[in-house]
């Protein structure tokens, strides 16, 4: 039986994922979605300008947000920190249910990473979208009501508990370990 958490609960945890890293964290899980429902593992991939993570269906999914239906490029590749996963379910074979691609130890709150911000892991930069990352069905029924109101509450929304969008500005290959940093402007 999996275990889930009220929203109190969940708040108790909040110092801990306050304490992520703002400059310098690390990648701790990549993972690539095949197929609807199906997660699989990657100790690296590679990211590519059109399809984002290779062998995800990002692109072929496409989505409903879209008039013609394809895909967002404002969402091609969707990150999630791994104290606030790790919070929520309490087990790491768990974390790829969220539906997300990369699971970081970095603060990925909208003070840290205002829309636009690029992301440097491994030999990628990533920019973070405007577009809101808010959980869906799936992601209540995985984890809870307690998880969905965490990660939606007005502080949840603020610290973008549920995670990012980005597109991806330059490609190459990531792996487990890589460090993730922000990439300053040039002038």
Not at 49 to 70: I, P
Not at 77 to 97: C, H
Request: hydrophobic share 35%; with cysteine.
């Amino acid at each position: 039986m999996t275990t889930t958490f009220s929203l109190e609960e969940l708040e108790q945890g909040l110092v801990g994922i306050d304490a992520s890293p703002s400059n310098h964290g690390t990648l701790e899980m990549i993972v690539c979605r095949p197929a609807v429902g199906e997660r699989k593992l990657l100790d690296s991939g590679n990211i590519d300008l059109d399809v984002g993570l290779v062998g995800d269906t990002w692109k072929q999914r496409g989505s409903r947000h879209t008039e013609d239906g394809s895909a967002m490029i404002e969402a091609q590749i969707t990150l999630m920190n791994s104290r606030v996963i790790q919070l929520i379910t309490q087990d790491r074979d768990r974390w790829a249910l969220a539906g997300d691609q990369l699971y970081v130890d970095f603060n990925l709150s909208i003070e840290n990473l205002p829309p636009g911000q690029q992301l440097a892991i491994g030999e990628v930069v990533l920019e973070i979208s405007d577009k809101p990352h808010t959980g869906c069905d799936k992601f209540t029924k995985r984890f809870g009501h307690g998880a969905i109101r965490f990660v939606n509450s007005k502080s949840g929304r603020a610290r973008l508990l549920r995670g990012v969008n980005a597109r991806v500005i330059q490609p190459g290959r990531i792996r487990v370990g890589d460090t993730v940093q922000k990439v300053e402007p040039t002038t």
